[in-house]
């Protein structure tokens, strides 16, 4: 039997049909009857193409505009009634600017469309920390994308009558898909239309409006209010050999292989001493004060909306086999004629034939080169993983002109959106209402530079902990637009999700220790060292369980360890090496702290970031102040 949809439901969407001008309003309950209904249209509409049931059962590929590719940061602003953090924190903008530039780009867009009420429950079912919200769209691909992201329908109903009608309101319409009229805005003091507004996009973060708006930008408002934090984490589950039980949140920017670490095996040596890895989560945690001293974590999502490149079964064979049992949507992969799918860094070798992201279709014509609408010659480079465009430069679109970007199968920032359940490494405890007691905590970014950012440090104070996630940097990715490469200071991996200024942000993190006896351990960690001819020293993915491990060791004061003025470090003997040999110039620039390795200029590019926030709390600026005179000293 389906559930009462609360008044409150009915009315707000009724008036959101009369902004939009809808033609009918479709409340979505997330049956498997009506998703397939949907998908099926999709399909009709050409928006999805199915792909072959025999590889990829019940999954579809789709491609977004050229220009619709990943979060407008630009555009996405917090609206408050004072503007207190003077774009420091986040892009500002007032209730009227929304309501006189904004509101208008609503006004009649889902002319002639349908609009569809996306009731999505953000966290498991029956937990005082999940949260509804409910989205009106006129997108049918964003419908789809948020039936496998949230407990969508009848759960989020349920949890609606059971809080006395009370959710957040998101209104999006895509309408043109204007880039140049693109706007996601967020109202934490609330507004008399909705709560948050996305327009002229349908990309996940800016459209899919439970994941950032909802979860991180607008819950961290509440969580401050309320005493808990809403976080940019994964979330992991460690069973040591005694079968000790460790629950872990890591905080990376976008693009920074947060969902391989999520889903991470352990190196061979590991599984056969008994370490056992499982996943609860890729990208959001809501951690809440719990009566057992400690914070826990639930996970708001109920699927992963993942990077395509990159992923294989080497790097992420869990994800991999996640995609394989099907109901997966990718958006903005190459597709081949026989109904498969392709991105760089699936298979070593491209397919012979295939149509990349922008629809325009490849061929292979020679041992390693295609040719893109017969007018483009392109090479393969097998070990890079990568093309070079070798002639009819002049075919590309403007923005592969003098080609720094170089053309690819599928976009960069290509994405596949697939169910948690189907994880094989999805650990049980993944809904449990109550969450799970979290004991360690890591922050990381790219970090390039040689002996630079170790590869595992670890926090001698909490003080210390908030001061090394708020001075996190990392190189830019494909997730958000601006120069992929330049460092970007990007505190708590937060920075295109603050809610509030950053300086408060702070000091509710350092207020924690009031509420919370057991604080997690906190560390940084950097998988991304380079040599100097640009190479990576450190192999990642499966690797990585080495420095979880030390950690996990350090806390139980077992493991070897070296004070230093940027944390406590392994050295060259504290990580199991196991199985794995690299040279000791490579050990000791990942373990070691390397003074010379370019601290002073670290040290003084932190400050300058610190600087442009004037009212940084003084645990953050003191902790500064100790590690620029710890490395005078040097
Ligand atoms: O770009 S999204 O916000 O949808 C995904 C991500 O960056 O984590
Ligand atoms: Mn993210």
Redesign the pocket.
């Known amino acids: 039997m389906s559930v009462k949809i609360h008044p409150r439901v009915t009315d707000w969407a009724h008036q959101m049909k009369g902004i939009t001008g809808a033609n009918k309003v479709i409340m979505l309950d997330g049956s498997p009857a009506q998703r397939s209904r949907l998908n099926q249209a999709l399909v009709k509409s050409g928006a999805f193409q199915a792909l072959d049931p025999a590889k990829w059962p019940n999954s579809y590929a789709s491609r977004s505009a050229p220009t619709d590719t990943?979060?407008a940061e630009d555009k996405t602003l917090m609206v408050y009634s004072e503007n207190r953090d003077n774009n420091r924190s986040f892009k500002y903008m007032s209730p009227d600017a929304a309501h006189s530039d904004v509101l208008p780009l609503f006004k009649n867009a889902m002319n002639g469309r349908d609009m569809f009420v996306v009731p999505a429950l953000m966290g498991p079912e029956g937990s005082s920390l999940s949260r509804a919200l409910v989205q009106v769209t006129d997108s049918p691909y964003v419908a789809a994308n948020m039936a496998i992201m949230s407990r969508m329908g009848d759960p989020a109903l349920r949890h609606i009558n059971e809080n006395n009608g009370v959710f957040t309101r998101g209104l999006h319409a895509s309408a043109d898909l204007d880039y140049s009229k693109l706007y996601v805005l967020h109202f934490p003091e609330g507004d008399p239309i909705a709560d948050i507004w996305s327009v002229n996009s349908a990309?996940?973060?800016n459209a899919?409006q439970g994941?950032?708006c909802l979860a991180l930008r607008l819950a961290m408002t509440q969580a401050r209010a309320e005493g808990w934090l809403a976080e940019h984490m994964l979330i992991l589950k460690i069973k040591d050999p005694s079968g000790k039980t460790h629950y872990l949140t890591a905080a990376f920017p976008?693009?920074c292989g947060k969902t391989n670490l999520a889903m991470l095996n352990p190196p061979t040596h590991f599984a056969q001493q008994g370490w056992e890895i499982t996943t609860l989560g890729d990208?959001i945690a809501w951690l809440k004060p719990h009566s057992d001293g400690t914070l826990h974590a639930i996970n708001p999502e109920n699927g992963m909306?993942g990077v395509a490149p990159g992923t294989n079964d080497q790097t992420n064979g869990n994800m991999m086999d996640t995609l394989r049992r099907g109901n997966v949507i990718f958006t903005n992969v190459a597709t081949t004629p026989d109904g498969d799918v392709w991105w760089e860094g699936l298979t070593p070798r491209p397919p012979k034939q295939f149509h990349d992201w922008r629809n325009r279709e490849w061929e292979q014509i020679g041992s390693n080169t295609w040719a893109i609408d017969r007018q483009v010659k392109v090479e393969w480079n097998e070990g890079r993983g990568s093309w070079k465009v070798t002639s009819g430069e002049e075919f590309l679109p403007d923005a592969l002109q003098g080609a720094k970007e170089l053309p690819n199968a599928a976009h960069p920032?290509s994405r596949f959106t697939v169910a948690a359940s189907q994880c094989p490494s999805l650990a049980q405890e993944w809904e449990n209402p109550d969450g799970v007691p979290i004991s360690l905590t890591l922050f990381g970014g790219r970090r390039p530079e040689f002996g630079l950012i170790p590869l595992v440090s670890a926090a001698q104070s909490w003080e210390q902990a908030v001061y090394m996630a708020t001075v996190m940097g990392s190189a830019m990715t494909a997730?958000a637009f601006g120069a992929v490469g330049d460092i970007r200071r990007d505190a708590f991996a937060q920075l295109p999700f603050m809610g509030y200024p950053l300086p408060d942000y702070l000091r509710h993190w350092l207020s924690m220790p009031q509420s919370v006896r057991h604080l997690p351990q906190v560390a940084t960690v950097n998988w991304f060292q380079r040599d100097d001819e640009g190479r990576f020293i450190w192999h990642g993915y499966g690797d990585n369980f080495r420095a979880l491990e030390w950690l996990i060791r350090l806390g139980e004061g077992s493991a070897p360890y070296l004070d230093s003025p940027v944390g406590r470090l392994p050295g060259i003997n504290g990580l199991d090496m196991t199985g794995y040999n690299m040279p000791e110039k490579h050990l000791a620039a990942l373990t070691t702290f390397n003074p010379e390795a370019g601290w002073p200029a670290e040290a003084d590019s932190r400050a300058r970031h610190l600087a442009k926030y004037p009212d940084m709390p003084e645990a953050v600026t003191n902790e500064q102040k100790k590690l620029a005179g710890a490395i005078n000293s040097f």
């Open positions: 990943a979060r990309y996940g973060g899919l994941k950032k976008s693009a990208d909306f920032n997730a």
